[in-house]
């Protein structure tokens, strides 16, 4: 009966598989290996005739006295005589290129942005390659033996050939290649359909600026999935106490001005007539996913909690305790206010002519003891009301939905850039900010505070009031479950590194590849501010939507880009400087340009 792996051989093995020191050897090892086999291979095309004389290649290691022409020696004869003349052909280059290339991922040193795709294209494309030689130059008039292609190319091919003859395998072959080059060389496709779609008309001076680029693309549409069944939100608003909207941020004042080193503006602005906003009307940027859909309120749990209230009796009860306590260190009060919040009771309370602040926050923890709550906060004082407040929790406090902010009527009609319900505020009013206009935000807190809870709160509300046009999310989740439930929004919200697979970011070396490239696109975004002569985001696509700036002249939309990092302490710990520099190169020039 096997011996069962005990606990700390377990550790043992997990520890030596997270040795740095093993993953470089093993990829040293490989790159040596690549090395010797392309020696090998190389040395074979020229000396296959001499080398051929050894007809049982099983005896050349019993006998020292036989030697190979093979620059890598009687190792590097026969494995060259296996891969190139038995197997693939010339295509059995790509096998050192394999090795190398996996030795260059151990060592982090790979220079493909998908280690995976380019190893599966790599292996069809040698596949392919052997078949194709087999098939157009057969046994090459003896060459390597078995012709360019190898036994594996040469066999399949006569298998093709007399299956569905040399016409239809020679087009069959053709078909397949051309579908590897398809999906290998992204341009390719693109420059394929521009040979059989017709050049447009040349504009007349009133036609420069083209319409919206795609109002015809009904079928990239049809394509992109939706992520519900209504085009509106339809809400029936239950009455709160936020029926009336505070006043909007000014939206003529400007986010954020451009740093010193774009002083000197040079605009791209073109003087167009009327006539073209008027023919064309206002840029539309929804147009690109014109079959998108909002979410409907339906989606987010109806809790149906009400409002609960805190009774009469409950109140009179706190006041009077608090009055209490307050009274035996001597402490008069004038006068005293209960205001109900969803979770708890701020009372406010106006102290006597001559007591001291300072002494009503020190009893802290004596009126907390005296109302038999888990805990109290003072607020000494209440900025710009003059008074002292005391917060005490309710005893049913009352829960505070998603579903209840979301459809409030202040964040219905909210008119901010990027606007975020946090919740409700203790006098019941939906607390709802400007992510575009506040500070970067870190939230921090101990285990089990919400830290999680605020996060997804941020991401649905943005998810329920932008388009993916006008909003996309970089997500890095180290953790790699606390975003996972995001990965459905990829073809929509989410933005990643071309040739990425993953669309929200675990790898720690693929956060670094992400943070500089959102530093790049920083710069770039500068310099289109630059050249169209404004100071925000904001200002710029007013401009773009007014058809004030040339897309041919490299302008676009600009889309906000929100990065959400879990688990950022974390994250600093093991990167170190080359996470904390980007990081802070975007926190203190990257607002202004989305």
Known sequence: MPKEETA?????????????????????????LALFLFVAFTSYLFTWKIDQSFVDWEKIFSSPAKEVANWAGKAGAWLAQLFITRWFGIAAFAVPFLLGLCGLQLLRLNPFPSF??????????????????GFFFNLSFGYLKTGLGGGHGYYVAQWLSAFIGKIGTGFFLLLVTFTYLIFTFKGLWEYFVSLFTPAPATPSAAEEIPSDKTENSEAEAEEETTLSDTNSIELTLEKTSDDTISPAINNEEPLEGIPEEYAGISSDEEELPEEILARFGPYDPHKDLPGYKFPPIDLLTDHKSGNVEVSQEELQNNKNKILETLKNYKIDIDKIKATIGPTVTLYEIIPAPGVRISKIKNLEDDIALSLSALGIRIIAPIPGKGTIGIEVPNRNPEIVSMRSVIASKKFQESIYELPIALGKTISNETLVADLARMPHLLIAGATGQGKSVGINAIITSLLYKKHPSELKFVMVDPKKVELALYNKLEKHYLAKLPGEEEPIITDFDKVKNTLASLVIEMENRYELLKRAGVRNIKEYNTKFIERRLNPEKGHRFLEYIVLVVDEFADLISAAGKEIELPIARLAQKARAIG
């Open 8 to 32: 700390k051989e377990k550790k043992a093995r997990k520890n030596i598989s997270k040795d740095p020191r093993y993953r470089i050897i093993t990829g040293l090892l490989l790159l040596l």
């Open 116 to 133: 995976i795709k380019t190893v599966t294209l790599t292996v069809i494309g040698m596949i392919l390659f052997s078949v194709l030689c």
